[in-house]
């Protein structure tokens, strides 16, 4: 997903096939709208209705990738990836879907891509599609 702080919208991709997610901007530029949206192997969206530094992006997957022992834990190989890299942690919450926070505020007028890993497989070993 690409994300424009300021102005633009957000998209996702995964290895495979486009994770599209867009989030209108507010009049003013100073955060994004709160919008679902995916295919039907994995979603992502904020976990605030306004984009603020303390906003995380939940990630939620049809099929379970994580095992029990990872769920509430922060993930050494996160499913998520983010371009360009900003700092953070992806904590599990269940075996499907997981929150990556960001380590500080998200820099203005930056576009960021969220994508799936190259390589993600699910519990049974099928790779997962976004």
């Keep these: 997903m690409k994300m424009m702080r300021g ?3 957000v998209r996702g991709r ?3 096939a486009w994770l599209m997610w ?7 530029g100073t955060g994004c709208s ?3 949206t ?7 969206r904020m976990t605030t ?10 990630l939620v997957l049809e099929r379970p990738v994580a095992s029990f022992a990872e769920v509430g834990t922060t993930s050494a190989v996160p499913p998520l990836r983010v371009e360009p890299a900003v700092p953070g ?13 960001p380590g500080a505020a998200l820099p203005l007028g930056t576009t960021l891509e969220f994508r799936l ?11 997962v599609a976004g």
Excluded at 22 to 28: C, D, I, T
Excluded at 49 to 58: A, D, I, N, V
Excluded at 118 to 127: F, H, I, Q, T, W
């Design 34 to 36: 709160r919008r679902d």
């Design 38 to 44: 995916g295919t039907a192997g994995a979603q992502l």
């Design 7 to 9: 102005r633009g919208g």
């Design 22 to 28: 867009w989030l209108g901007m507010l009049a003013a």
């Design 14 to 16: 995964g290895h495979g």
């Design 89 to 101: 942690d992806f904590v599990w919450r269940s075996r499907r879907s997981g929150v990556f926070r």
């Design 117 to 127: 890993r190259e390589g993600l497989r699910d519990a049974e070993g099928r790779p």
């Design 49 to 58: 209705s306004e984009l603020t530094p303390g906003t995380g992006f939940e």
